[in-house]
Each structure stands twice: as structure tokens, then as C-alpha cells.
């Protein structure tokens, strides 16, 4: 029973360009959230998604968005990069009931320079 | 919207001690509180978790207790070892929409066992 995958571990870019971040929730979940972690502080919610619908929205600006698949997988794209926003970015997987555990991916690991 | 504040920010024990790591929280419909720990480098790990319709729960060396009144949950870790070394984050969320809403992080707590 795989858990949450993400893809990929680790990745560098340069401000101004986008990127693309990808995440496979653990078998059996429908609901997939992203989360951003900077260095030293807690996960921030950056959104969820359900049905293919962006459900919930934390206080990320409009560069952030993101797509759930048919199969529940799920992409964060970030338009237009800024030095601030190399963090770590994890994905978490959960089934669609209230009460539901959260389960997290390893993360991807961006670094804008 | 809901805030949760985590003290201390670090803690230092002897391998054998107890540690315990403190959270409140500010919206009153949070409903589930969940413990992750995580090592350097790594992701959070899931290592306890409680509902709000549950006062105390224990899961070996690791127990987690909730005040529902004081709007605040512990982090009990009994018997420390030096594996137990890592940042500890508290979390909590309320029901969205009929299922559990996003988790809301403490800042963390670097617990350091010394051997």
C-alpha cells in the first residue's frame, strides 16, 4: 500500500520561471491538500482539493494554483517565482470524511535562486 | 480564523525523562487535534492524534490530553529516548464542508533528548 508520493524530491529554479510540483495521495484517498513549509516553521495550508475542485484556500496570492486528476492526483503549479518561496512543499492525502487522518508526503524541496 | 500557539520552542531532556510540549487554540469549533514529528530533512509524521469528543489518549510511551474549556492539548512523551529527538508540530482543524478542513500548525518544538 504505497503512501503519499511526490515528485519531485528536490528541484532549483530562477526567479520569474514557474514550476510544477506532483503528488499521488496514499491508496484509497480522494482529498489532496498542499502545504508550504519554510525553513524553521510549521506547514502553512496553501489549498485542498476534492473532485477535481479547489475547496479551501489559505492566504496564498493568485501565482499558486493547482489541478486535481480524475485518479485524485494532484499538481501545484507557482507562476512567476520569487526568492521567497523556496520551501518545502508537502502534499497531504486524506479520505473525504470528517475525521479523517492526514497522511504527508516526503515533499519537494524548492530552492529559487 | 483559528491560531495555535506551541511552547516551548525547544526543550532539552536527559534520555529517560518526560517531556511535554503544550498547544492552545482560539476556534472553539476545531474538532481534531493531530501530533506530527518530524526529523531533519524529513516529512511530518503522524505520532498521535485526538477529537474533541475524547479527553485523553495514550499510545505507549506517547500520550496527548485535551481541555476542550482552556482550549488547550499536551504532548506527553514518558521514558524519552535520544530517538525521540526531533521538531514536534501540534495542529488543529475543524469540519469544511462535511469533511476535515485544513490543519492549522503550531510553530514547532525542537526536543533534544541527551543521551
Known amino acids: 500500500d504505497a503512501g503519499v508520493t511526490q515528485s519531485p524530491t528536490h528541484l532549483i529554479k530562477t526567479r520569474g520561471q514557474q514550476v510544477t510540483l506532483r503528488c499521488s495521495p496514499k491508496?484509497?484517498?480522494?482529498?489532496v491538500s498542499w502545504y508550504q513549509q519554510a525553513l524553521g516553521q510549521g506547514p502553512q495550508f496553501i489549498f485542498q482539493?476534492?473532485?477535481?475542485?479547489?475547496?479551501q484556500r489559505g492566504n496564498f496570492p493568485d501565482r499558486f494554483s493547482g489541478h486535481q486528476f480524475p485518479n485524485y492526483s494532484s499538481e501545484l503549479n507557482v507562476n512567476a517565482l520569487l526568492l521567497g518561496d523556496s520551501a518545502l512543499y508537502l502534499c497531504a492525502s486524506s479520505f473525504f470524511v470528517s475525521g479523517n487522518t492526514i497522511y504527508f508526503g516526503e515533499g519537494s524541496w524548492l530552492t529559487v535562486v | 480564523g483559528e491560531n495555535v500557539e506551541q511552547h516551548p520552542s525547544t526543550l532539552s531532556v536527559q534520555e529517560g525523562d518526560s517531556a511535554v510540549i503544550k498547544c492552545t487554540y482560539s476556534?472553539?469549533?476545531?474538532?481534531?487535534f493531530p501530533w506530527y514529528k518530524q526529523e531533519l530533512g524529513k516529512r511530518p509524521q503522524l505520532i498521535i492524534d485526538?477529537?474533541?469528543?475524547?479527553g485523553e489518549k495514550k499510545d505507549q510511551r506517547i500520550a496527548v490530553t485535551l481541555n476542550k474549556t482552556a482550549k488547550h492539548f499536551s504532548l506527553h512523551i514518558t521514558e524519552t529516548q535520544p530517538e525521540d529527538s526531533a521538531v514536534y508540530f501540534c495542529?488543529?482543524?475543524?469540519?469544511?464542508?462535511?469533511?476535515?478542513?485544513?490543519?492549522?500548525f503550531g510553530k514547532g518544538t525542537k526536543l533534544s533528548v541527551k543521551p
Open positions: 495542529a488543529a482543524s475543524s469540519d469544511y464542508g462535511g469533511s476535515q478542513g485544513n490543519l492549522i
Open positions: 482539493y476534492y473532485e477535481e475542485e479547489e475547496r
Open positions: 491508496s484509497g484517498h480522494d482529498t
Open positions: 485526538i477529537r474533541s469528543n475524547v
Open positions: 476556534d472553539s469549533a476545531s474538532n481534531y
